[in-house]
């Protein structure tokens, strides 16, 4: 391989086009006058001042241009490195890395792919070379099959190489700081590694060394992974109020990572060739755009991800057969991570999931045999489970499909998919979490496993109809609904004297884990009955939802939401008129007689503070007609334009 050098080409250039015809000297260098090594002997050859003279011209011409390129290249370089970039906290002091793009994965093809039918083709023919007896196969037959290889190695290798892009300069945190932070890490897992079952425990550390010091060129996927999750991380140290961390900044730093990161996210590099960093960080973001109820956000960011898991071939367990236990073990993470958010977003937004299990043979993570990381795996692993089943509810009751199923097998699937998920929060309640880390947290999930049972089951249950050409919302329906309610405002208890961070916990992975659909059965039941026990439970959990609603943006959306509901039905119970277009039953069933008819909410006078500026009557009436009427899902709605806070 040559340097490069201008000297260099020139010989590898002469030395390529000279063809020797075994004389002493050989015709072709006496003819150019350039020394020749005929047999590894040189001899000298007489020069011709004429050809003389003019290889020393194209010589000039060369390195001119040689001279030129490097003049272009080093420009271009000043031009990359002087682009601007976002202003740092001075007391963050950050350092600068290179961040080039880097090579992807080989795209993952399946057995119906034309690529795949070539490969198995060239292999079956080069089996047939090496193993014929037969003249008839020579060697014409396997110059044409090598042929056909390198051809297809080319392409393979076109297709995942990508050149790299100019180099940009990223800000980092100082390294003083860090190594503070990873010897806390190693002293103190940190709670967002072990809450989210995260593999590599010494992950960051690696990241830090591969960016601050490198040897190869750094990511994007790299880099972006890293201050996502040295966000989280440090936002938990910050919560815990570390001592061995309280002379940095530390709300300064979590709030420089956070831009970094989202910077990051949203940068064209993280956009295409998928790499297992890049899909890691894509989850750290989804579950962010989660936290601050960014719903187009995620479902945005989870088609991304969800894209480079099938080129990954994540969802195949053929496809990670090859790699080390560990990479194998983040990647089977990672996957069922998105799938488990993928299910449950799709049944709480009414739209069909990415992750389709018709297509998925991938295992399970293993869980760890340490008994204080034991817990979180085997929770994580049941929340899989949860996730499955929520979407076979969407596949089976509110898919396209599923509304053309008959009244008999609606009903069986209602009855299997309502005994599956008694046996999940079975499964859930089973587990010993006293060892575990943070076991508190961990006590705090089994104590809410009945509101999200009672919630998913509530959910079910509104998908029973008593006729075709009617809705209904049955006994069985509204007394889960209730039981949700109740459970909820058993959290409320077990979290209202918890610090801040543990009450962030509880409303970012439980209470905003449904899709609330057992607040606005009550809410139906209490305005179409009446009930002043049905309002005052509404009451109740809008009071604790008050307590809630300054952790976040999804939970002061929610309260904003529900108490604008309770004060409706304050009116319209205080009132004692009725709903339009609904009849209660003796079982206690609201049935809406025709699919056609119109929900009519009576003519009373609102007071001014019952709704806010983003909702009236008119928009409640419309909220009833679609979620009765059309069956559509609660939060799909909630998410509708005339509902919308924005």
Request: with cysteine.
């Amino acid at each position: 391989m040559t340097d490069g050098t201008p000297s260099t080409v020139r010989t590898s250039f002469r030395a390529r086009a000279i063809k020797c015809d075994k004389a002493i000297p050989c015709s072709s260098c006496g003819a150019l006058g350039i020394p020749c090594r005929a047999n590894g002997v040189t001899v000298s050859t007489p020069e011709h001042p004429q050809r003389t003279a003019e290889s020393g011209e194209y010589e000039k011409k060369f390195e001119a241009i040689q001279e030129q390129l490097l003049a272009i290249q080093t420009a271009l370089q000043q031009i990359t490195q002087s682009d601007s970039h976002p202003a740092v906290p001075p007391s963050i002091q950050p350092a600068a890395a290179q961040i080039p793009s880097t090579p992807s994965a080989p795209l993952f093809e399946g057995q119906s792919s034309f690529n795949n039918e070539i490969l198995i083709a060239r292999d079956a023919a080069f089996s047939a070379v090496a193993t014929s007896q037969s003249g008839r196969i020579d060697d014409q037959v396997s110059a044409v099959l090598s042929s056909l290889r390198n051809s297809l190695d080319r392409q393979q290798t076109s297709a995942t190489v990508v050149e790299s892009s100019a180099q940009s300069q990223a800000e980092l945190l100082p390294r003083e700081f860090l190594i503070a932070l990873i010897k806390k890490i190693k002293a103190t897992p940190p709670f967002y590694l072990v809450s989210n079952s995260w593999r590599d425990m010494h992950q960051v550390e690696s990241l830090c060394h591969a960016i601050y010091f490198p040897v190869d060129p750094i990511s994007a996927g790299s880099l972006t992974l890293l201050h996502g999750l040295l966000y989280y991380i440090i936002r938990g140290y910050l919560h815990e109020e570390c001592a061995e961390l309280a002379r940095f900044n530390l709300a300064a730093y979590a709030e420089f990572c956070e831009r970094q990161f989202s910077n990051g996210l949203n940068s064209y590099e993280m956009m295409r060739d998928p790499t297992l960093e890049k899909i890691q960080a894509l989850l750290i973001g989804i579950t962010k755009a989660q936290e601050e109820s960014n719903l187009q956000l995620c479902w945005t960011y989870l088609a991304l991800a969800f894209n480079m898991c099938q080129s990954m071939g994540l969802h195949r367990s053929a496809a990670l057969r090859h790699d080390p236990f560990p990479v194998a073990e983040a990647k089977r993470h990672v996957f069922w991570s998105l799938y488990t958010i993928d299910k449950n977003l799709s049944l709480n937004l009414g739209l069909a999931s990415h992750f389709q299990n018709h297509d998925i043979d991938a295992e399970f993570f293993t869980p760890s045999v340490n008994p204080q990381y034991c817990p979180w795996d085997l929770m994580t692993l049941t929340t899989i489970d949860f996730a499955t089943l929520q979407g076979r509810i969407y596949d089976r009751l509110y898919s396209t499909s599923a509304a053309h199923a008959t009244e008999e097998e609606r009903l069986k699937a209602i009855t299997e998919l309502s005994n599956d998920l008694m046996l999940a929060r079975g499964r859930l309640l089973g587990i010993d979490v006293s060892q575990g880390l943070y076991a508190e947290s961990l006590h705090g999930m089994a104590a809410c496993a009945d509101f999200i049972t009672e919630s998913v089951l509530t959910v079910i249950l509104r998908a029973q109809t008593r006729a075709s050409d009617a809705m209904a919302i049955t006994s069985r329906c509204y007394e889960a609904a209730m039981r949700a309610l109740q459970s909820h405002l058993e959290c409320f208890t077990y979290f209202r004297g918890r610090k801040t961070h543990k009450q962030t916990e509880y409303v970012n992975w439980i209470l905003l884990y449904p899709s609330f659909t057992p607040f606005v059965i009550v809410f139906i039941h209490a305005i179409t009955t009446a009930s002043t026990a049905h309002l005052a439970l509404l009451q109740d959990t809008v009071q604790s939802l008050e307590l809630f609603k300054g952790l976040s943006r999804g939970s002061a959306r929610l309260y904003t939401i529900c108490a604008a509901f309770y004060r409706a039905a304050q009116v319209l119970v205080s009132s004692e008129e009725r709903l339009e277009g609904i009849t209660k039953n003796r079982d206690g069933s609201l049935i809406m007689p025709a699919l056609d008819r119109t929900i009519a909410l009576p003519n009373v006078e609102w007071p001014e503070n019952v709704f806010d500026s983003h909702m009236n009557s008119a928009d409640l009436s419309m909220f009833l007609n679609e979620f009765i009427g059309a069956n559509r899902s609660v939060m799909d709605i909630l998410n509708s334009d005339y509902m919308n806070e924005s």
